[in-house]
């Protein structure tokens, strides 16, 4: 039988996951998300880079963010070179 693992709720505080944050979906932390501007995007690709939680992929050919590991932290757009990605309140 497989055993059940803690989501993020139940850890304590100060605790620290020591598993993939594919296991954890931190986008529930977040009330921002990132809102990218594919005008001024020129697909450097740095976004993906810095996200900590892996949560912009390119598979499109331009920024995607998933909501499911997006945290709102709002890395991606502090250091996007081009001022191409704006935070906006989740809902
Ligand atoms: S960092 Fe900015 S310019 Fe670079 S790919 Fe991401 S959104 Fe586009
Ligand atoms: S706000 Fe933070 S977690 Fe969300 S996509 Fe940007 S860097 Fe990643």
Excluded: Q
């Excluded at 505080?13 to 995007?41: I, N």
């Excluded at 949560?55 to 890395?75: M, N, Q, T």
């Amino acid at each position: 039988m497989k055993e059940a693992k803690p989501g993020w709720r139940e850890l304590p505080f100060g605790a620290v996951p020591y598993k993939s944050s594919l296991e954890y979906h931190t986008g529930d932390w977040g009330v921002e998300r990132p809102e990218f501007d594919l005008e001024k995007c020129t697909r450097c690709t740095l976004c993906h880079f810095y996200c900590p939680e892996g949560a912009i992929s390119f598979d499109a050919g331009h920024p995607e963010v998933d909501l499911r590991y997006c945290k709102g932290c709002g890395i991606c757009a502090n250091e996007c070179p081009a001022g191409a990605i704006r935070m906006v309140r989740k809902g």
